[in-house]
């Protein structure tokens, strides 16, 4: 499902259509963006749940899919309450590590390292 790419093609990661949200294109992240799963198992990010929620033209304690037009029903009034897709936000928590341990690794080898004999 998920391949992930070596750092030298962008620091790691899943497919890049597995990564983005296909209402706004923008790429699931661990914030306002996380990947939620539908009962569908169609995927959106918080923030465009969100949004369609707030049109108010799905049904009360629902939300009808907008590729497929199922019916989930919502256990609470907001987006938050619907599960996350955890096996894509485990890829993304592995992308930020990675991310940040590069980071680190560059920031580690600009210091220069001064041996003496003792």
């Not at 009360?60 to 096996?87: H, I, K, Q, W």
């Amino acid at each position: 499902m998920f391949e992930l790419q070596s750092p030298d093609d962008g620091g790691g990661g899943g497919n890049v259509d597995e990564l983005e949200c296909k209402i706004c294109y923008c790429t699931y992240d661990l914030r306002n963006r996380r990947p939620k799963l539908l009962d569908c198992c169609h995927r959106l990010c918080t923030k465009c749940l969100t949004k369609i929620l707030d049109l108010g033209e799905s049904p009360p304690n629902a939300m009808v899919c907008p590729f497929c037009r199922y019916v989930t029903r919502m256990p609470g009034e907001a987006a938050s309450g619907l599960p996350d897709d955890r096996s894509l936000l485990s890829v993304l928590s592995l992308q930020s590590r990675n991310h940040r341990n590069q980071r680190t690794l560059q920031q580690d080898s600009s210091t220069e390292l001064l041996l003496s004999p003792g």
